[in-house]
């Protein structure tokens, strides 16, 4: 059931209406489930891109640190 939740959002982050009650009819599930789940994962997608974003932030600032500190 996860999958194919997954595999949804992949092609469509953004379901209108008709998609969500088709899939919350295929899942068996209520409209409104289907509704706030991709509007959690939308959510946990954006803080793991922060994350990520950050963590290459941190990895330039500490090469940059390193190198000055050798000159």
Not at 11 to 22: A, N
Request: aromatic share 12%; hydrophobic share 35%; proline share 4%.
């Amino acid at each position: 059931m996860l999958d194919d939740r997954c595999r949804f959002f992949k092609e469509f982050p953004h379901p209108d209406d008709k998609q969500r009650k088709e899939l919350s009819r295929e899942l068996g599930l209520e409209p409104l489930q289907v509704k706030f789940w991709f509007q959690n994962k939308r959510t946990q997608m954006k803080v793991l891109e922060l994350i990520d974003s950050d963590h290459h932030i941190f990895a330039l600032h500490c090469t940059a640190c390193y190198v000055l500190a050798s000159c």
